[in-house]
Every structure is written in structure tokens, then in C-alpha cells.
């Protein structure tokens, strides 16, 4: 399960990266697979990575060009990295561990250039089976991964999930299951059935992008 956890490439996030990809920070990057993945599919020219665990981070330090060790809300990573200077922030499978993960998405939020893009991903706690376990069993035992992890200390499903990755004026681009349903899945089936309804309890996580508003659109200038 450690090895997973750390080194698992979140492939997913590809679909959704920036136009404009220059400049990254990978917040709670493990071992940096999912960044490597992403400079191999897109010219990176800076990537930054934090990680709690000083081993995992020693690990990732061949794929970043600047990585902190210790607890993301604690590191001053704002003397390092200019405002409006990122195009792609990540944030998977981190914020849920955090005593105030809204203070550091606000923090993050104004390193973003306008276009750019913040990525997370929080596990979703009205999936049928925890919701199952718990009024059927009244299970609510924390485990050492999964939805009750020991160590998770906030709880999120869509819609709060989205109020955290947009807190810091980001817009809303997308927000949908982590996971992608293929056929002959009955959970694909159950998706097109229900028109997506019924994602909100099948959902394990939910990957949420936001992204910085242009100039453009800051200055109040549109168009009829």
C-alpha cells in the first residue's frame, strides 16, 4: 500500500492539464510519478514538489527542480515561487490530511497565472459503500488507507469538495469521479443510465479543476 500510495502516476490529470503548461507545483508530490508523467508528455521548464516524508521526498528530488520536505501548510513556499508565476498547481490525495486545507488553497490560489490550473482530488465520503457500512453495520473504523484512513482529518463529497478548490476566487472547470467507468462496467452503465446522477454515490474520489480567471476577465471586460 506505501508503495502505491507514493509512486502511483495519477494519469488522470492529464486531460485537463493548461494550454499553457511552463511552470508547476506538486503539493504532496510522493516519489514525483505523476509529474514525471506529465513532463513526458509536455515540456516542463520548472517543476517544484513538496513532500512530508523526508524518504519519499529524497525519491522525488531526480524529477523536481526545487523540492521542501515537511507539512505543505507550514513550508514558505511563497519566497521561492513569484505570484500569478504557475500554470498547474496539483494538489491529490493531500488536502483531506490537512487540519485547514481551505487557508492553503487560498495560499496557493495567488501563485496561479491567469489560465492556469489547480488540480485536487479528495475522497468522496457519500460513496454507497461507506454510506452502506456505516447505517447497516454502523462501521466507522478508521483503517490505514481508503476513505478511513487513520490519518485523513477532513471529509468532503462534490459539492464541498468544489467550495474548497474554488475558495481562493479560482472558477470552476470540472469536477467528476476520479475514476473513469468503462464498458461492460455496470458502474458505466449505471453513469449513462442515470445521466450522472447517481456519480455522487459511486464516486471513490472526486477530481476537481479550477482555474485562474484571464486579465481579461479580472478587468470586467466581456463581450455581448
Keep these: 500500500m506505501t508503495t502505491r500510495y507514493y509512486d502511483t502516476a495519477r494519469r488522470e490529470v492529464l486531460a ?3 494550454a499553457r503548461l511552463d511552470r508547476l507545483l506538486d503539493v504532496g508530490c510522493g516519489s ?12 516542463v521548464c520548472w517543476a517544484g514538489g ?8 529524497a525519491r522525488a528530488a531526480p524529477v523536481f527542480d526545487r523540492i521542501w520536505t515537511g507539512d505543505a501548510a507550514q513550508v514558505p513556499f511563497e519566497t521561492a515561487i513569484p505570484s500569478h508565476s504557475l500554470d498547474l498547481i496539483l494538489c491529490l490525495d493531500v488536502l483531506e490530511h ?23 482530488s479528495v475522497p468522496n465520503v457519500r460513496n454507497w459503500k461507506f454510506i452502506w457500512r456505516l447505517a447497516a453495520r454502523g462501521d466507522f473504523v478508521y483503517r490505514d488507507a481508503g476513505l478511513l484512513d487513520r490519518t ?3 471529509f468532503f463529497v462534490r459539492s464541498t469538495a468544489i467550495e474548497l478548490a474554488t475558495c481562493g476566487g479560482l472558477r470552476l472547470v470540472e469536477a467528476a469521479s476520479a475514476q473513469r467507468w468503462r464498458f461492460p462496467e455496470p458502474r ?3 453513469h449513462r443510465m442515470s445521466g450522472g446522477a447517481l456519480d455522487e454515490w459511486m464516486a471513490k474520489q472526486w477530481l476537481v479543476v479550477a ?14
Excluded: N, Y
Excluded at 492553503?104 to 489547480?118: H, K, N, T, Y
Design 16 to 18: 485537463w492539464l493548461p
Design 32 to 43: 514525483g510519478a505523476t509529474t514525471a508523467a506529465i513532463r513526458q508528455a509536455r515540456p
Design 50 to 57: 513538496i513532500e512530508f516524508v523526508p524518504e519519499v521526498a
Design 98 to 120: 490537512m487540519a485547514d486545507p481551505w487557508a492553503l488553497v487560498r495560499r496557493l490560489s495567488g501563485l496561479l497565472a491567469p489560465g492556469g490550473r489547480l488540480i485536487l
Design 152 to 154: 485523513h482529518l477532513r
Design 188 to 190: 458505466w452503465l449505471l
Design 211 to 224: 482555474e485562474q480567471p484571464s486579465e481579461r476577465a479580472d478587468d470586467g471586460v466581456g463581450t455581448a
